[in-house]
């Protein structure tokens, strides 16, 4: 299939070149890959980055309420922590910044000797690893608990505290306290194609999906016959109850994230299906999302994403407008 | 490749169900494929409808300062004429109701039976039939000029009109004025696959594009091999300008719609280059929206919509709020 791109090394600047253009309250950062709030408001900047090709993340969560500015690599590949170092130093107004970074073994590096840049330079820094990915459940810990659409929850509720006035001690807290009541788990039907190389990730049968596929084609934990999108419903929601405990009665927050390719209208079929099995479950939503929220190139795939609401404010601060155009 | 359902026959109801649960403003009236915005609110209530597959469309533009309600028809067919006499009883408040009509013969035949008995009633209707879409060039009038992702600048700007009180008279004038001002080019870069039956419904080759394609996978007016999404912006570009004959300064509205499949980073590098092409042009952009708007199923692809801003008043109501959640 065609790729409705020119060159793939210029295609992160070329998206930005759009986004810049359509939204006006965001900027470049000199000629960097880097997206920011030209409305600063917040006396502690909340970042976050990561490779491209998951668009509309991470730009598209910048805007009051949510990101200070947002850091992109090369197509799946994380940032350089030069980068990173230099939107931190960028947004700092001397209160220290909030950095939320996904986890994977090549985003923390970089960002690791980021912070490390930063603090030399007296800017203090805290951070989140969002690792809301349940679905490698054996291997080590580098690969496994990747961070994914759970994430986006982080951005949104961490941006709307910053602007209510959070200190980077009452973030760090919050984010800790999120972060460990986020669960996501995915399937793909189709595989990424990676832009101007036109080769798939992985491979899959014309009838087979793939749970647990990661953002990048990482490997799946188990491949299957496709039954229905209610089996497929059923069988993530369970895993979900086994990671999650919830009870009957107990209040939650849903993402269905769409992967890329897969249509809308299989995306509310399913949707629909998860709603029923929750509802079945005797779960309260309180904030339900659905939409390509952080995509995979065009990999088909859905993703279901819950958190348990600790904190009545968490659903408070989902709903506060933003304008973030990805929100 | 797997499609996320369960039967297709179920596929619209379970996605109506779907979103009657997640927005509370929308209602499905009695068992019928109808979504109205429970918060009825104008004096001159605005419906649309067609075939389902083309989600968001036409139920994600239900809500205030939008379409009071929408009627599904079955995948890529049209809403019975029963079903659609059913939505103007329902909404018809004594002031007459405006329609918005794609044209398709299929919708029309449908349509227009409708009108005839709502008029049997008693009922005042008036009505649009949006035809933006201009690939068809030599064929006759029922399979040219299709409605396409311009049929939402109507919903909205009509919509908007509406809420501030418009009357009927004053809906079918603006319909008019706007609908002559609207042109769209979309292409396609692989087909969509049609649920539950895992067939495409026209074959590309692995580096063909297709200019012109249909929003239900109609043949497109050429195909050819793709050079990069310069040259196809280019290329769409300069037919819309014969088409609308632009000049130097002009005002003007811009929709990018990704009919479905294709990454967001693609849709993204795209908008970039239609953005620079049409700066060079000189003309100045008042309005840009770009994303999932009314897609093709799993379709790959994108279309340009550019309407001729010939009043101020259009640019105001498309920039003001609606809770429709596709907009």
Not at 152 to 181: F, P, W, Y
Not at 195 to 206: A, C, H, Q, R, T
Not at 208 to 216: D, V
């Amino acid at each position: 299939m065609a790729q409705l791109i020119n060159r793939k090394s210029a295609s992160v600047q070329q998206s930005i070149s759009a986004i810049t253009t359509i939204y006006p309250h965001l900027s470049q950062l000199k000629k960097l890959p880097i997206i920011y709030n030209n409305q600063l408001d917040t006396t502690v900047p909340i970042i976050s980055g990561g490779g491209s090709g998951h668009e509309p993340a991470h730009f598209g969560y910048v805007g009051n309420g949510m990101l200070t500015a947002a850091i992109c690599g090369d197509i799946f590949i994380p940032p350089h922590a030069e980068e990173i170092l230099e939107a931190i130093r960028f947004v700092h107004k001397g209160n220290g910044v909030f950095i939320i970074v996904k986890n994977f073994e090549a985003d923390i590096k970089e960002f690791a000797k980021a912070f490390k840049a930063a603090r030399k330079e007296g800017i203090t820094i805290k951070y989140i690893v969002s690792h809301d990915d349940i679905s490698v459940e054996t291997s080590n810990f580098q690969v496994r608990h990747r961070g994914v659409a759970g994430t986006l929850l982080l951005h949104k509720i961490l941006g709307e505290a910053a602007k209510r006035g959070a200190n980077l001690d009452e973030l760090e807290q919050m984010a800790l306290s999120l972060s460990t009541s986020i669960a996501t788990l995915g399937v793909a039907t189709k595989p990424a194609t990676i832009p101007g190389e036109d080769k798939k990730l992985f491979s899959l049968e014309n009838d087979e999906i793939s749970f647990g596929i990661g953002i990048h084609g990482e490997p799946g934990y188990r491949t299957t016959k496709f039954i229905s999108s209610e089996h497929l419903a059923n069988e993530l929601v369970n895993k979900l109850r086994m990671r999650l405990k919830w009870k009957d009665g107990d209040d939650y927050i849903l993402l269905i994230n769409n992967l890329g390719g897969t249509s809308k209208l299989e995306e509310l079929v399913f949707t629909n299906d998860v709603l029923q099995l929750l509802e079945l479950e005797g779960l309260h939503l309180k904030f339900i999302k659905t939409g390509h929220l952080i995509t995979s190139l065009d990999m088909s795939g859905l993703s279901i994403t819950l958190c348990k609401v600790k904190d009545e404010k968490w659903v408070d601060y989902l709903e506060s407008p933003t304008d973030a155009f990805a929100w």
